[in-house]
């Protein structure tokens, strides 16, 4: 990674909740860093340094399902990741960088005191926590009870809660069928014969690696199975 430029202090998850008193110690602890497209920032099992920060771009957070990736979820503009080595000498997820992406960076001794200073963002990080151990319970009883197709579905939908749309309706992220298969804990075959399943139903759209939603009720009706 090559030094990024400086983060406005506002648009982390951390800066966000944190006393305003407290931003010129941020300023002081934090380390910015551009990462390029493909490039390895958290590799499962190293020592644990510190967190991050996604100030602008995409990042996924994955690790080792078997001899398969499973990708966790992704963290866009202001998301944190590395945060569940808090508790463990070692990270236990990898993280790896989708397109170029702007990140803030703060050590781990800094971030527990962070935690302990600024009780806002106690409370957000816990509220956080709560959810992301929820989407990860949820996600396993649908890799363990639900078909590909309504796997897709429901990945589709929430991709396009968290990413949005282009102004041409597609969901407004670059992601590719590898990493489309790895997130929802199917091979590349599978997924690209299920996609085509989708747009033959009239489900959905595709243009190139862009996936457009031609029917939110249909995908809604099969994530519900």
């Not at 998850?13 to 008193?21: G, I, Q």
């Not at 202001?78 to 990140?103: D, K, M, Q, W």
């Not at 009883?141 to 949005?164: C, H």
């Not at 599978?190 to 595709?206: C, D, H, S």
Request: charged letters at 25%; a neutral charge; one cysteine or more.
């Amino acid at each position: 990674m090559k030094k990024g430029s400086p983060c406005d202090l506002g648009t982390c998850f951390m800066c966000r909740l944190s006393l305003n008193e407290w931003h010129p110690a941020i300023a002081g602890h934090k380390k910015n860093f551009t990462a390029k497209k493909g490039e390895v920032i958290i590799k499962e099992g190293d020592p644990v340094t510190g967190v991050y920060f996604v100030t602008s771009g995409n990042v996924k957070v994955h690790k080792q399902w078997g001899d398969k990736e499973l990708i966790l979820r992704f963290a866009n503009d202001g998301a944190i990741f590395g945060h569940r080595g808090i508790t463990t000498p070692t990270f236990p997820i990898s993280a790896t960088a989708l397109e170029t992406t702007n990140l803030c960076y703060v050590d781990i001794e800094f971030f527990k005191t962070t935690i302990k200073v600024n009780s806002e963002f106690a409370y957000g990080l816990l509220l956080f926590y709560a959810d992301e151990l929820h989407a990860s319970e949820k996600k396993m009883r649908n890799l363990a009870l639900m078909s590909v197709k309504g796997r897709l579905a429901v990945a589709i939908l929430g991709l396009r809660d968290q990413f949005g749309l282009t102004e041409e309706g597609f969901l407004n992220l670059d992601l590719s069928r590898q990493d489309l298969a790895a997130f929802t804990g199917a091979t590349y075959e599978t997924v690209f014969r299920t996609m085509n399943e989708l747009v033959a139903e009239g489900l959905i759209i595709l243009k190139g690696k862009m996936i457009g939603i031609r029917d939110e009720a249909g995908l809604l009706d099969l994530g519900s199975k």
